[in-house]
C-alpha cells in the first residue's frame, strides 16, 4: 500500500497516511483522461456563436435590376450569399457542444490523474490548514514556504477563512473532495489534499 507524508502548514512532516493503490497507485490510462478532459472542456463551451442566414437578414426584399435585358447577372435579392451584406452561409448557430462517457471511464480517468500526481512526487497532503482570520498575507507566506507556484487544494469541508484567504492568490484553486476532477488535476502543478479528503476521495472512487 503507498504511503504519503503528512505535514503541517509548518512543513514539518508530522506523520504518514496510507493511500489505497487501487486510487493512488494505478496504472495510468493517457486515452480515458483525453476522453475526459475533452468531455469537460466541451461542456464548459458556451456554444452562443451565431450568423444570420439569407433569410435572417433585413432588407432584400425587392429585386435589384429586371430579369433580362441589363447585360448583368440575374439577381432576385440583395441579401444573396454573393453580395455584400448578404447572409452567410454554413456560419455556426447556437448549438451544444457537452457529450457524456461512461461513469466508469470518469471513474478510470480521476483515478490515473491522482496515481500520476503520486509518481511525479507533485502531490502533497497537510493534515489541517487552520485560519482564524481571513488573511491573504499569512495564506501566501504558507504556500511560499512549499514553494507552490500553482496548486489545486482539495478540501474535506467548507472552510470560509482558508477559501476567502486564498481568492485573490494566483494560480491557486480550491475545491472541496466531491468537485475533485481531472482537468484541474493536470492543469495544476501540485495537488494539495488535506488529509481528511483522502477517505472521502478512496470512499467515492471505490463504490
Partial sequence: ??????????????????????VFAAQPNEAVIYDVVKMQLAARRAGTASTKTRSDVSGGGKKPWRQKGTGRARAGTTRSPLWRSGGIVFGPHPRDYSFNVPKKMRKQALISALSMKLK?????VINDFPMEKISTRKFQDIIDLFDLKKALFVLDADNENLQKSSRNVKNIKMIKSEGINVYDILNHEHLVLLEPSIKKIEGALLV
Avoid: H, T
Avoid at 120 to 124: F, I, P, R, S
Fill in 1 to 22: 500500500m503507498a504511503v504519503a507524508d503528512v505535514f503541517n502548514i509548518e512543513k514539518k512532516k508530522v506523520s504518514q497516511v496510507e493511500l489505497n493503490d487501487a
Fill in 120 to 124: 511525479q512526487d507533485k502531490m502533497l
